[in-house]
């Protein structure tokens, strides 16, 4: 397959046509250097599909790192899309507008426990940032307790909060009032938050650091520790939320509420959107303490209102329930020696091993299956919870042959 991009040389928009090789050779003469690329050129998907310029199809266990839930060019999101960029793209939130209206009430509505005030904006990392901010102000405390293997992001804040030394330390001095401690460890966590801290910021389930859950116990004490002392329990769902992990947010698998919960990829349905959303008891921010030009442009909320409508329409989260459960069964049954540990929740899986993950997923790309490493030793599936099940059983039928693979080529790798 062909694929037509617009002519490098500027001038007249004309088209040419190009294939993985002219794409990979353009971007590279530009692009920043910062990701870790894959030599394919992705040009279009569709469900739980994608297909490269040269026409090779690829299932799709990255979805844009947990971003396509609803799989890609799902029918109620480009008709959503289509439909308001046609009336109105752009709005400032000085402004009321009906499409952001109805997203902040069917949002709301959505978020169990009392999360009633939004701040809208158009990532992770500044969904991480708003709930930072939000702590800092409504608590007059300064510090910010994490976890160790915790992600949060690469903004300077967020990237505070971040765990990974590999990340961090080019970058600093960071913010102050950051501090990390073990993770699923309520003794430590316990021994950290004091008068001055103003948040425990936490994932339910850490991806990036490898795909593991925090006990039920843990959310539990973390929340009755926040009430005696004082700080917000801030939920990082970013990864985690909009039916993830078989429930609609993880937190609902641990029996607790946050008082701030950080929400960003799956939200936009592809169209970037973060939202920071917190107890209506903590009141709303004084004006114009905070901001974001792009911050809850309509364009964005009417994709994530379709993504909302959406997930409620299909059962998205009991789907992924049923489907993670079970891929990760069929995955444990591999008798293969290369597998240390299969553990996750909803379709948000991780699969360690006793050797480096990147062989594997090259292993994998090649046969026609993407997938993310979450770490040097897990291979991370994020697939769209649209998946079907014949799609995941020939992603079954890859893993087994990588990891059985009989000639050793994946073995002890780089
Ligand atoms: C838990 C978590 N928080 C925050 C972020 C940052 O999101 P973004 O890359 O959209 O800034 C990520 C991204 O992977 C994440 O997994």
């Known amino acids: 397959m062909q694929y037509a991009i617009r002519n490098p040389q500027g001038g007249p928009t004309g088209t040419q046509y190009a294939q993985a090789n002219d794409i990979i050779t353009l971007e590279n003469a530009h692009t920043s250097g910062a990701y870790p690329k894959r030599p394919i050129a992705v040009v279009r998907g569709q469900g739980a599909r994608v297909w490269d310029a040269d026409g090779h199809e690829y299932i799709d266990c990255i979805a844009g790192h947990g971003i396509a839930n609803l799989g890609h060019c799902h029918p109620a999101v480009t008709a959503a899309i289509q439909e308001q960029a046609a009336a109105l793209v752009t709005c400032s939130e000085v402004l009321y507008n009906d499409q952001r209206a109805a997203l902040l009430s069917e949002l709301t509505a959505r978020i169990p426990g009392g999360l009633g005030r939004v701040f809208l904006c158009n990532s992770g990392a500044e969904a991480v940032e708003g709930a930072i901010k939000v702590a800092r102000l409504l608590t007059g405390r300064p510090g910010v307790v994490a976890t160790m293997r915790g992600f949060h992001g690469r903004t300077l804040g967020a990237l505070s909060a971040t765990w990974n030394e590999e990340y961090r330390k080019p970058f600093a001095p960071l913010v102050p009032g950051f501090s990390h401690v073990p993770f699923n460890d309520l003794a430590a966590m316990g021994a950290a938050v004091g008068d001055d801290t103003a948040a425990v910021l936490v994932e339910v389930v850490q991806g990036e650091g490898g795909v593991r859950a925090g006990d039920a116990e843990y959310f539990?004490?973390?929340?009755?520790?926040?009430?005696?002392?004082?700080?917000?329990?801030?939920?990082?769902?970013?990864?985690?939320?909009?039916?993830?992990?078989?429930?609609?947010?993880?937190?609902?698998?641990?029996?607790?509420?946050?008082?701030?919960?950080?929400?960003?990829?799956?939200?936009?349905?592809?169209?970037?959107?973060?939202?920071?959303?917190?107890?209506?008891?903590?009141?709303?921010?004084?004006?114009?303490?905070?901001?974001?030009?792009?911050?809850?442009?309509?364009?964005?909320?009417?994709?994530?209102?379709?993504?909302?409508?959406?997930?409620?329409?299909?059962?998205?989260?009991?789907?992924?329930?049923?489907?993670?459960?079970?891929?990760?069964?069929?995955?444990?049954?591999?008798?293969?020696?290369?597998?240390?540990?299969?553990?996750?929740?909803?379709?948000?899986?991780?699969?360690?091993?006793?050797?480096?993950?990147?062989?594997?997923?090259?292993?994998?790309?090649?046969?026609?299956?993407?997938?993310?490493?979450?770490?040097?030793?897990?291979?991370?599936?994020?697939?769209?919870?649209?998946?079907?099940e014949a799609e995941l059983e020939a992603v079954l039928d890859v893993v087994r042959e990588v990891l059985l693979n009989g000639d050793g080529s994946f073995a002890g790798g780089e």
Not at 304 to 325: M, Q
């Open 220 to 388: 539990q004490g973390l929340r009755r520790l926040c009430d005696e002392r004082g700080a917000l329990l801030v939920l990082d769902e970013v990864q985690t939320g909009l039916g993830r992990t078989g429930r609609w947010f993880a937190y609902e698998h641990v029996g607790i509420a946050p008082d701030v919960l950080c929400l960003g990829k799956a939200l936009g349905g592809g169209l970037p959107m973060g939202a920071a959303v917190w107890q209506e008891a903590l009141g709303s921010l004084p004006t114009g303490v905070h901001g974001s030009t792009f911050g809850g442009n309509p364009l964005a909320c009417a994709a994530s209102r379709a993504v909302l409508r959406t997930l409620a329409a299909e059962d998205l989260p009991s789907r992924a329930a049923r489907l993670g459960e079970q891929f990760m069964a069929k995955l444990r049954a591999i008798p293969s020696p290369l597998v240390r540990d299969v553990r996750g929740r909803g379709l948000l899986i991780g699969v360690e091993l006793r050797q480096r993950v990147t062989p594997i997923l090259k292993g994998l790309m090649e046969r026609g299956v993407l997938a993310l490493p979450a770490g040097p030793t897990v291979v991370r599936f994020l697939p769209p919870l649209v998946i079907q």
